[in-house]
């Protein structure tokens, strides 16, 4: 815990965090882009089978009369249910008697298959990965997948470099990952094929989930426990922002190549100037790097004008101060210390929950903007700013009501929402759009709730493991979410009930964590089990206190009632 006094000695939240911060927050703004990119890249336009045009022409309607291209897709592509042009056949021969006003339906069976292609309405979208691809039809399943497969490399760059930042450090991590981002993004955006897209993609997801573990420990690690909840609020609308900005981004750039570039260029910028950022002294003291750690608290302290207070921090100085969190640290740890001991595998357990959960039911709503039946473009916005007022709301209940509460109410709330959802007719669109809005308002603060936590929770050793099987979790609801709308095919009211159970059912979990408001970031795992030991006492205490009071009082009554 002497750290925190070690902080506090050279600046606190001085210049120093304040430009460390900001720094590290700036590529946070294109984490959002990559996330819910396909929205976008992989937007299906509107299609229908290209029309079989006869060898001379002459059967056809002149196609340059006013209404001779509508008479040609009449005679030529059936119409579905909706009275829409058939999207995945085409009539076999031409049907001339439809061009008959009172003629309205014909043998259905003198269909066939898109044989010679499909015609893309570039109306709104230039080009995406569906048209360039052709995955439509019997292919459309093809569009989920490179979703899926995007969120394995995040999931599995949660797994894999959650740890190698524990065991090399957040700041190499950080650097390794932008480079890797910026080279596969850049690859994915010239991919010749779906098979290299998909592959550059998975890459990419990898990078993004490296750089964003070790973003998350490099900042908490150096704000002082007081300044932790605005810090990390402030990052999230750093990822909000991002969601805005994708759409701008979207809306001026129509072709999918060039959106992806867009979006992945800028890392290129920002490995550039990482070489300011500075390792967690943290983590160079419990890695046994003390001589390393002292030269990084006294850069800290020349940044944040505090020379004279940093010189005094000496090896010595600083090994004598951290004795007990140094004598107690093993000199490697792996996810099996998430379960070692009673607390960690409770708070383990509690937070793998929770991040699934939220995960599950974001991305069940955010990757599915064209079934809103409003501009792509503006649910896009719509979903991005009403990340402002909730997460501002989620930053004070967790400066004043506490981490827990915070995050149970809001879990508790947007599944009660997406559920309530369910009983509002399909007729009112409008309703349903803004409880949409709400509920993903309430699983972003969840979001911003869980992420801060989970650093709290964990002690320095294992906060990257801890965290990075924290987004693993959250990965693997992101990978398996899209598959519950199958379930709609044949039950339609099961996928809101699953979309909004999971979230209730995580709140309620959430109330088994133990609060951290205003509490140091433990340094070692008897930190947290110190800690969970004297809460228990501490209740054990309360309990006993009132039993007396009760027998007491039993007392009194029983002499009054004589």
């Known amino acids: ?14 210049r120093f965090q304040l430009i460390h911060t900001m720094l590290l927050t700036i590529p946070i703004l294109f984490m959002a882009s990559h996330n819910l ?42 119409m579905d249910s909706k009275k829409r042009l058939e999207k995945c056949r085409r009539f076999t021969d031409a049907q001339w008697e439809l061009l008959n006003a009172s003629v309205t339906r014909v043998n259905e069976t003198e269909t066939e298959p898109c ?43 949660a797994l894999v470099l959650g740890g190698l930042a524990d065991r090399f450090g957040r700041r190499a991590l950080t650097i390794w990952s932008f480079f ?75 072709d999918w190549r060039w959106l992806q570039l867009a979006v992945s260029a800028p890392y290129l910028f920002f490995l550039l100037y990482s070489w300011w950022y500075v390792e967690s002294a943290r983590w160079l003291i419990q890695s046994g790097q003390a001589n390393k750690a002292v030269g990084v608290l006294q850069k800290v302290a020349r940044i944040n004008k505090k020379q004279e207070a940093g010189a005094r921090i000496t090896t010595e100085v600083l090994l004598s101060s951290m004795e007990k969190e140094l004598s107690s640290c093993k000199s490697s740890y792996t996810i099996s210390d998430l379960v070692r001991t009673p607390s960690i595998r409770r708070i383990f357990f509690c937070l793998s929950m929770v991040w699934f959960s939220v995960s599950f039911s974001y991305y069940g ?58 009983f509002v007719p399909l007729e009112m669109q409008t309703l349903r759009t803004a409880l949409a809005v709400i509920g993903k308002g309430c699983l972003s603060a969840a979001f911003n709730c869980v992420f801060l936590f989970t650093t709290e929770l ?43 159970g ?22 070692t795992i008897e930190d947290v089990e110190n800690r969970s030991k004297k809460t228990k006492k501490k209740n054990e205490e309360e309990i006993a206190q009132e039993k007396i009071l009760l027998q007491r009082q039993d007392k009194v009554l029983f002499k009054e009632t004589c």
């Not at 815990?1 to 001085?14: D, I, K, R, T």
């Not at 997460?391 to 149970?408: D, E, F, P």
């Not at 924290?470 to 979309?499: C, E, K, Q, W």
Request: hydrophobic share 45%; aromatic share 10%; proline share 6%.
């Open 365 to 422: 709503l955010v990757m599915d903007l064209q079934n809103f039946g409003v501009s792509i473009y503006l649910i896009q916005v719509i979903f991005g700013a009403v990340d402002f007022p909730a997460k501002l709301i989620v930053t004070i209940t967790m400066s004043y009501i506490g981490r827990r509460v915070s995050l149970t109410g809001f879990l508790l709330t947007a599944g009660t929402i997406i559920i309530t959802n369910l």
């Open 180 to 254: 890797q981002m910026a080279v596969t993004g850049t690859c994915a955006a010239f991919s010749p094929n779906y098979a290299s897209y998909c592959f550059f993609r998975f890459l990419t997801g990898m990078a993004l989930s490296g750089f964003g573990l070790s973003i998350a420990c490099l900042i908490v690690e150096w704000i002082p426990t007081q300044h932790r909840t605005i810090t990390i609020a402030l990052t999230g609308l750093s990822y909000t922002l991002g969601q805005i900005l994708l759409a701008g981004l979207a809306y001026a750039i129509r």
């Open 37 to 78: 990119l396909q929205n976008f890249t992989a937007a299906i336009p509107g299609h229908h089978c290209q029309v079989r045009l006869a060898p001379n022409g002459s059967d056809y309607p002149n196609i340059t009369h006013p209404q001779g291209a509508a008479q040609l897709l009449r005679v030529s592509i059936p």
């Open 502 to 523: 999971l979230p209730i059912a995580a709140g309620m979990i959430a109330c088994l964590l133990p609060e951290t408001l205003n509490v140091p970031l433990p340094d």
């Open 458 to 500: 964990y002690p320095t050793p294992v906060r990257q493991t801890g965290l990075g099987f924290g987004s693993t979790m959250a990965r693997v609801g992101g990978m398996v979410s899209p598959l519950t709308n199958v379930l709609g095919d044949y039950y339609p009211f099961l996928p809101p009930i699953v979309y909004g």
């Open 1 to 14: 815990m002497a750290f925190g006094e070690l902080l506090e000695q050279v600046g606190g939240m001085g």
């Open 115 to 157: 044989a010679d292609g499909w015609f893309y309405d570039q109306t709104q979208f230039t080009s995406t990965i569906i048209s360039e691809w052709d995955l439509v039809c019997d292919r459309l399943k093809l569009r989920e997948m490179a979703q899926s497969i995007y969120m394995a490399g995040v999931l599995i760059g």
